[in-house]
């Protein structure tokens, strides 16, 4: 069992003969980014794109991720898990990009929809390549030559509902295979029965444990560390990520 608890400001990794996954950043409400990286292709997944993805990414890998990212699934709306994707969508039209990109979005993700068919229509004479957005939703999956998806439901919500009532925002883990390996996302989500299930087995699970302890209220928005814990122990190994950040 390999586990990680920290949440350093600096690289995450783990990786097998298969795959690298790497957390470049994450950290509650202000950015978060995972890449997986496919060693037998040099493909590359994004799960979220947070404020400043590109310039994370492009230290790691530089131009490569120019024509490499195959596919960016984001687990919901919310701006620190996809307010990276405007510049690296610019980043990707200046210089050149040649091949399609797909999206992966939970089904009514307005946020990430509008960014993508903005982009496209506002440069629809200078793009030199294709996006494409799918709507996942719970047991629906998107699979690419390299990156086979597969998308659980999860409960999240955010400052738009304002109520201790199940309204939901939309949101997604994915559970995605990368030839006989497994990488299970939880997204941000209370603890709920399909994180659980989209969890257990996996090679490794990235899980938010965005709270030291939970905050006394029933309007549970995120996972406690005990919780993600658990949850990371249905795996064969676990990564913690999307800690509240400690700034005076
Ligand atoms: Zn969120």
Not at 56 to 83: C, P, Q
Not at 111 to 117: D, H, K, L, N
Not at 177 to 190: F, N
Request: charged content about 25%.
């Amino acid at each position: 069992m390999i586990f990680m608890t920290e949440n350093k400001e600096n690289d995450m990794e783990w990786e097998n003969d298969e795959l690298k996954a790497t957390v470049p950043f994450s950290a509650a409400g202000i950015s978060s980014t995972i890449v997986l990286y496919s060693k037998f292709t040099g493909k590359m997944m994004l799960l979220d794109a947070g404020d400043g993805t590109t310039r994370d990414l492009l230290d790691i890998y530089g131009n490569r991720i120019v024509n490499e990212i195959d596919v960016i699934a984001f687990s919901h709306g919310h701006f620190d898990h996809m307010g990276g994707l405007y510049t690296l969508l610019g980043y990707m039209r200046m210089m050149g990009r040649t091949l399609p990109l797909n999206i992966l979005i939970p089904k009514g993700c307005k946020e990430v929809e509008e960014i993508v068919t903005f982009f496209r229509s506002n440069y629809r004479e200078s793009l030199p390549f294709d996006i494409w957005y799918h709507e996942l939703f719970d047991g629906s999956g998107f699979d690419t030559d390299f990156f086979k998806t597969r998308a659980f439901e999860v409960k999240h919500y955010g400052l738009e509902n304002i109520t201790e009532d199940d309204i939901f925002m939309p949101a997604l883990g994915y559970r995605i295979r990368i030839g006989q390996s497994i990488v299970a996302y939880s997204g941000d989500t209370r603890h709920c029965d399909s994180l659980e299930a989209g969890v257990r087995g996996a090679d490794i699970a990235i899980i938010e444990a965005t709270h030291l302890e939970m905050p006394e209220t029933k309007r549970r928005v995120h996972l406690c560390l005990e919780e993600a814990e658990k949850v990371g122990k249905l795996a064969k190994a676990y990564m913690l990520i999307h800690r509240i950040p400690n700034y005076e």
